[in-house]
């Protein structure tokens, strides 16, 4: 593939690109948007071995500089999955266009017709660490969606994030999409993020991807609107009148099924009076995955110290931790209010009560203002695809403009339009 | 009116309070909320004297210092608008929980119920300027969406807020809401405000109210969403297809209605086959109120320079400037192309084409990406009251969250909330 551009030296530059290309792509067709990501698609198929060859770099430079096995792994590239990532994209394509529509129309006493239009929030900016499937993820959401995107990926991933980005340009443009729709910012130089935090003439959302300490800092950074998320402690509550056999599949599904994402289980709160029934049966069943349980006193003299080497002492730190990993903490508490006001201090992300009691479900309902809130079910379920958006941007933890999954709605503001016949206000 | 209070000296202290506060406000009942605002209503009635008196020590103060004729009038209250101000709150009283309910509501193939809820934001932090009355607006707006707020106000209006402040927590802790939420800083220290621009643990929303300057250092400078408004370039095209009789009808109530508001007409664009009969026909209908226009060549060709008092050639600055006053930038134009552009470098607030034509109507509802888009209307229209909205927090220019006039329910963020028998995810 011989793809001959010029890299815009000045982000200055690519800001003004983007803010002109989202400016023609407002005007395109969700069939020509269409076409281009069925066009990203075929390509990323037919230029695979570029793809991979490119990739291989990043990855024997992984090794060279000791990433982790987990890492490398995040960072691999292989065949499959580089026709996942095209599937992705197709199927995005067939998702309904997030821009169709008037909404909220009504007619004004003074005969005004007034209504909303769904349009896109314009030029969406985005960092990120590692896994280079997201330069193809947020290309293929923004284009949808009628966003410009300015990306910075991970130096890890520079070679996959470069051709990725190419290959897109590329595919885009044929279709007649402009090519600045989406950019990668290729130098690696740390202090251009820095000069991005502060481009709010140009992007008009930033949505940074990683750890907690670096959105703190992109928080603290930024100056235009930023949509922060995939952080955040979730708990599960097992109330007294728990059924058992419910509380211990969900607990064990929320810790082990997929333990390294945001949405698995970080605290367990134990009702003292469902505990010497409920905590040995999923200690039982945890131990099988070696879940680590950081316990505090009164959980410790039901279930440890016997196996010591998973059973531990909870530290004060444990309390709003997120794990990450197969450890869990857990409290033993003595009424349903002491688990609301340890979760109002701790959660925010997803919390689920474990209960058969209608008045403590509806309480709990009511009182955990968490971005996701359950009952009786895993809260391994907070993600776009399970909640059928069809695809997810991400999972905001904050309140203003989107919580929890975000779709391609959620890229999109609205403007209201009003049509008249002569009006004026008295 | 004697009420004894501590003022915190810390805004840490009044950051801690006002999340007490709102966690309490949050369990509160809809009808708790609304006596509480009938309370308020009764109480500025009740201490009008107090609040007469206050308000004269700004006032006098206000001419010692050499405040303008429009400022001391911003600033002065009467017993008729103590009346207006008590009458708005209980308006917002009357208006629909804009917490009640659940929506979105869906069965997942699962089995599992997933629907989304209003909640409040949380605190709301509010720094604004001159008029007293915002205080109490604020106050109303937030505790009828169950949301706790900290204010700062100017310091010409430092008396008045403060016996505001004053009245409303003791109304609202007499009906048994949380006394801290509603605070006023009342400590007029200008590091405070810089303080809580950085209270990002503490205020989930700012909104500043004031002048275009001042609303950039506080997008610069806070670490919390932040929603702008209030500030904004509005404009009108008068198409080739223009019904002569609407345009200058419509034309003249935009800039002449009240010009010292954001809505208000600040730059006429003018097809050129039309401007040899709308331009002098809108000069003379603006004549009696003595607006003055700020001409490119064409349109000084067309309608000047006879009167040279009212007509001036416009100059590279009056593009994109908000006058806030009876003037008006005017420019002819080629197409409606030109004036698309124009306004898409230029707009943002209200914009409105003025035409008998389908086509040009639907493309510049297409094309304009204001937060509000006019056929045939004055940009008068954009407020809460006018679109139906019962009360107006503010009008916001931004895309996030909330774009043009914003009502209680743009107080409000949702979660999520899922209803399940034991589902696990696989």
Not at 314 to 327: N, P, R, V
Request: one cysteine or more; a negative charge.
């Amino acid at each position: 593939m011989d793809t001959k551009e010029i890299q815009p030296t000045s982000l200055e530059l690519m800001g003004q690109s983007a803010r002109d290309a989202s400016r023609m792509l407002v005007k395109c067709s969700v069939d020509k948007r269409n076409q281009a990501l069925i066009g990203i698609a075929e390509s990323l198929e037919l230029y695979k071995d570029e793809i991979l060859s490119e990739n291989s770099r990043d990855y024997e430079l992984g090794q060279e500089n000791g990433l982790s096995d987990a890492s490398l792994d995040r960072l691999l590239l292989t065949e499959e999955r580089i026709e996942a990532i095209a599937k992705d994209v197709r199927n995005i394509s067939n998702l309904p266009d997030p821009l169709s529509g008037t909404f909220d129309v009504r007619e004004l006493p003074n005969g005004l017709t007034i209504g909303k239009r769904r349009v896109p929030l314009g030029v969406i900016g985005t960092i990120y660490e590692s896994r280079p499937n997201v330069t193809v993820d947020i290309s293929a959401l923004c284009l949808k969606s009628g966003n410009a995107c300015i990306m910075r990926g991970g130096s890890e991933a520079a070679h996959s994030n470069r051709v990725f980005s190419r290959i897109i340009r590329r595919a885009i443009s044929t279709k007649g999409l402009p090519l600045d729709s989406v950019q990668l910012i290729e130098n690696q130089d740390r202090s251009l993020v820095e000069k991005m935090l502060r481009m709010n003439h140009y992007i008009d959302l930033l949505i940074p991807r990683g750890g907690a300490e670096f959105i703190r800092l992109v928080v603290e950074g930024a100056n235009m609107p930023v949509v922060t998320g995939g952080v955040g402690v979730c708990h599960i509550y097992i109330d007294k009148a728990a059924d058992i056999h419910k509380a211990v599949e969900i607990t064990f599904n929320a810790k082990v099924q997929r333990p390294t994402v945001c949405n698995a289980l970080d605290a367990l709160l134990v009702h003292y009076s469902i505990a010497p029934m409920f905590l040995p049966a999923i200690a039982k069943r945890w131990a099988d995955y070696d879940v680590e349980m950081h316990c505090d006193k009164r959980a410790m003299s039901i279930i440890g110290p016997g196996k010591t080497d998973v059973v531990k002492p909870a530290s004060e730190d444990d309390w709003g931790k997120e794990f990450l990993s197969l450890t869990a903490a857990v409290k033993i508490v003595d009424s349903i209010d002491e688990s609301l006001e340890h979760i109002t201090e701790h959660g925010g992300h997803s919390d689920a009560i474990i209960t058969e009691d209608y008045g403590s479900a509806m309480r709990f309902l009511d009182e955990v203002d968490s971005a996701v809130v359950y009952v009786n079910a895993s809260t391994r379920f907070t993600d776009g695809a399970e909640f059928g958006l069809g695809a997810e941007v991400g999972i905001s933890t904050q309140k203003l403009h989107a919580r929890g999954p975000m779709g391609l709605k959620e890229l999109t503001s609205y403007k209201w339009i009003v049509c008249g016949d002569g009006q004026t206000r008295s």
